[in-house]
């Protein structure tokens, strides 16, 4: 009888072990919340250097499905060029980008590990540019559509807290890192 019991017990821990590991760190219902930096702007070229080393950027998503998040997103950057004649000319670029982005999460279909959450997504917004110079000449603004494609990844060091990864062109930046949070 003891063997029994021993046995049945056994088999009820290790289903609920089994259970708790294939839970996914994505679900529907999930609330995202990636706060970070992007790295690599496209507004850097030859004699730029950048007014904030960093592109701040901050984004939201909500699970729709197991695999499904869509929200959006917002992101500044600014970059400086000085033409090297003590600075005779210069003139400075500002960027805020406000958009939709959608991701599909990759966890249940390859079944990861629940400490990783990988992703892959595209974006779609609105930029808004305004440049100005040193000497009065130029101050001018545009604006258009701005979109992207990224693939990214999550480590949850803690099961709501994580640090993350974002490779591709979307919010002013080619490379995105910082924290996520899952409430």
């Known amino acids: 009888m003891k063997k029994q019991l021993f046995l049945i017990a056994l088999f009820i821990l290790t289903t609920f072990a089994g259970m708790a590991q294939t839970k996914s760190s994505f679900n529907d219902g999930d609330n995202l919340l990636n706060i970070g930096v992007g790295i690599g702007s496209p507004f850097f070229g030859s004699g730029y250097k950048a007014s904030l080393p960093i592109n701040p950027s901050i984004s939201y998503e909500k699970g729709i499905t197991d695999a499904i998040s869509i929200g959006g997103q917002l992101s500044y950057a600014s970059s400086k060029f000085d033409d090297g004649f003590n600075d005779a000319y210069s003139f400075k670029e500002h960027a805020i980008y406000i958009g939709a982005r959608g991701s599909y999460h990759f966890n249940q279909a ?24 040193n000497v009065g000449s130029l101050g001018s603004t545009a604006s258009g559509l701005g979109f992207g494609l990224f693939a990214g990844g999550k480590y949850y060091f803690k099961p709501s807290t994580a640090i993350y990864a974002e490779l591709g062109y979307q919010s002013l930046s080619f490379l995105n890192i910082g924290v996520a949070f899952k409430f």
């Open 110 to 133: 390859l079944n990861i590990d629940p400490k990783f959450d990988l992703y892959g997504g595209a974006s779609l917004g609105y930029v808004a540019i305004s440049v100005s110079d």
